[in-house]
């Protein structure tokens, strides 16, 4: 099991960046496939953005590709992901989660894919 803390999070405007981190402790993130979702207020977390545990393949929601990029730094076991040209429809709380689940098809981004979860970040962005 591995623990996770999200970081990053704010009220920004419309155009603007953030930078969430999601920190890892426990075990080494090389070990796990990492994700991001978001659930905003009354609808269901969505998949947001995945990187994979080996050669570091990522996908991305169709409603983020082109302006967020996740990545990962062994180092210091954290998990990134860089929102820019934010929106206001990208308001809400941000989840990072872990699998050790072999990827197949598009099971990335399915939420029962992953075990182990942070407790979220809140991004608002005003219009």
């Known amino acids: 099991q591995v623990q996770l803390v999200e970081s990053g999070g704010g009220l920004v405007q419309a155009g603007g960046s953030l930078r969430l981190s999601c920190a890892a402790s426990g075990r080494t993130i090389s070990a796990y496939g990492m994700a991001w979702f978001r659930q905003a207020p009354g609808k269901d977390r969505e998949f947001v953005s995945y990187?994979?545990?080996?050669?570091?393949?990522?996908y991305y929601a169709d409603s983020v590709n082109g302006r967020f990029t996740i990545s990962r730094d062994y180092a210091s076991n954290t998990v990134y992901l860089q929102m820019n040209s934010l929106k206001p429809e990208d308001t809400a709380v941000y989840y990072c989660?872990?699998?050790?689940?072999?990827?197949?098809?598009?099971?990335?981004?399915?939420?029962?894919?992953?075990?182990?979860w942070g407790q979220g970040t809140q991004v608002t962005v005003s219009s």
């Open positions: 990187i994979a545990r080996v050669v570091g393949r990522t």
């Open positions: 989660a872990a699998t050790s689940r072999a990827l197949y098809g598009s099971n990335y981004q399915l939420r029962q894919t992953y075990d182990d």
